[in-house]
């Protein structure tokens, strides 16, 4: 079954006051400015960018992971072919999950890892070992950085972009980078871990935002392998700066909000129209990964949600076409 | 880093004697991105460089390519007696959080890896020619070497994806 919700706009609570920047990234890095050109405002056609939008859903992370490379996979065919296609974009969140990168420390693990609290894998992206879990809004660009700019210390600048600037223009929270420490910060807290893999210039993995997360799975690591620094998310934030004013913002509204943040402030930042795609099922067949890259492996209930089952939207439409519409046609 | 090499380089071009053994010698000293490009090698619009010696050629990426990573903290690299082919992914480096694909000059089957590398990745940034190669490969087909880009050719693919980009 084809999932169409993903066509249907959902509609947003009012939100505070959006100081929204349409405008590209351009870097103001200390990287000599030979290796880092200024992007001019292109006057062209925004490139195109297909979505798969599954941020309501908790996607295991095997499935997630196999998915991109199968993408990665074909679009490296077609610039194989000299042929052209879209950039991807694929947001979701995922069940607890750990994860490590290429070159990941097991130190940075509290915990023995044969007896891992949930799911760890082995990943080929950098950086080192970090969390997902429900609440967490997870990205993962597959673009062709030759459509953009082939510098990697570009991309890793543009998708902290993307986050600070949702992060303003919709909560009005200063975001800021740090030096040395790839993600995005406010004081000392991390609300978004940012680690990538690229491939003949195709990125995957990608960024993954604390918006309502449980962050007591943190503790059980040294996130990113960085000490003494905390971890935060959005309503951490949001309850720390604005105590209860007796007008709170649900979870779910949190996340609807900063997910339709997140797509517009990537849309800006990287010149893309956004296509919203339904996703072939095959595309989403469970892979088991190879016992080597999955460390350990816990007997989850997957909760695939099925959205169009249960998406109240698309019953109501069913439900009309099948009496009153019929009965008026 | 690139300014020793680059310092060496002059002094050749000066024909002043340098204290260092003797190197190959850079045909560039000067590009555009102060990066090397050295006689001798071959290299790939992937900016991998292979020198071929005999029986054996040696892999490893460019001083170009260290440049634009950055410190590489982290260096994957294959067992030896695996096979590569041209184009193909060998291995990674890591810098930055992110991690990158080393794709293979030639075909052949691997003979040696650079274990250094293991305890050391930044010898990619200090020693990209020397010190910081990857891997040791027998070819399979020596004829691939001429597909590849000649000292010249690669500064000037160099100068212009970094114009471009």
């Known amino acids: ?329 | 880093m690139a300014l020793r090499v680059w310092a060496s380089s002059t002094a050749n071009a000066l024909r002043i004697s340098s204290a260092s053994k003797a190197r190959l010698s850079p045909a560039f000293s000067l590009s555009r991105c102060f990066s090397t490009v050295l006689d001798g090698l071959k290299y790939a619009s992937s900016h991998e460089w292979v020198k071929h010696e005999g029986a054996v050629a040696t892999i490893g990426i460019t001083d170009h390519a260290q440049d634009h990573l950055g410190e590489v903290v982290f260096v994957e690299l294959p067992e030896p007696g695996g096979k590569v082919s041209q184009g193909g992914s060998f291995g990674a480096v890591e810098s930055v959080k992110a991690t990158s694909d080393v794709n293979s000059p030639i075909s052949g089957e691997v003979v040696e890896v650079n274990s250094k590398l293991t305890g050391s990745p930044g010898l990619i940034n200090s020693s990209p020619y020397e010190e910081g190669w990857m891997i040791k490969v027998k070819p399979s087909s020596p004829s691939e070497l001429e597909s590849l880009l000649g000292p010249k050719e690669y500064t000037k693919f160099c100068e212009e994806e970094d114009a471009a980009h």
């Open chain 1, 1 to 329: 079954m084809v999932l169409v919700a993903s066509h249907f706009l959902i509609s947003m609570p009012a939100c505070p006051p959006r100081k929204h920047s349409n405008k590209p990234y351009r870097s103001h890095s200390r990287t000599p400015s030979s290796k880092l050109n200024q992007l001019s405002l292109s006057n062209e056609r925004p490139r195109a960018c297909e979505c798969f939008d599954l941020y309501k859903d908790l996607v295991p992370y095997g499935e997630a992971w196999s998915w991109q490379k199968r993408i990665v996979m074909d679009k490296k065919a077609s610039i194989e072919k000299n042929q052209d296609c879209p950039d991807t974009l694929i947001i979701l969140q995922h069940h607890p999950v750990y994860t490590l990168g290429t070159g990941s420390s097991e130190e940075y693990l509290n915990f023995d890892i044969k007896n891992a609290p949930y799911d760890v894998y082995r990943t080929e992206r950098g950086g080192e070992v970090t969390y997902h879990g429900p609440g967490q809004l997870v990205m993962y660009p597959i673009i062709n950085l030759r459509n953009h700019r082939m510098d990697l210390h570009w991309y890793l600048r543009a998708l902290e972009e993307v986050v600070i600037r949702v992060l303003s223009s919709t909560f009005s929270i200063e975001a800021s980078r740090l030096d040395g420490f790839t993600g995005v910060w406010v004081g000392d807290k991390k609300v978004a871990a940012i680690a990538i893999r690229v491939s003949q210039w195709v990125t995957y993995h990608g960024l993954a935002l604390n918006v309502t997360t449980d962050l007591t799975p943190f503790h059980s690591i040294v996130p990113c392998g960085i000490r003494n620094r905390q971890v935060g998310s959005i309503k951490g934030l949001l309850g720390e700066f604005q105590p209860s004013t007796g007008c709170e913002i649900h979870d779910r509204q949190l996340i609807d909000i900063t997910h339709a943040s997140l797509i517009e402030e990537f849309s800006d930042v990287f010149q893309l129209a956004i296509h919203y795609k339904t996703i072939p099922m095959l595309d989403f067949a469970e892979t088991t990964p190879t016992q080597n890259l999955l460390v350990t492996r816990k007997d989850l209930l997957v909760t695939r949600k099925d959205r169009v089952f249960f998406d109240p939207l698309f019953l109501l439409i069913i439900f009309l076409h099948y009496t009153y519409l019929d009965f008026i046609i």
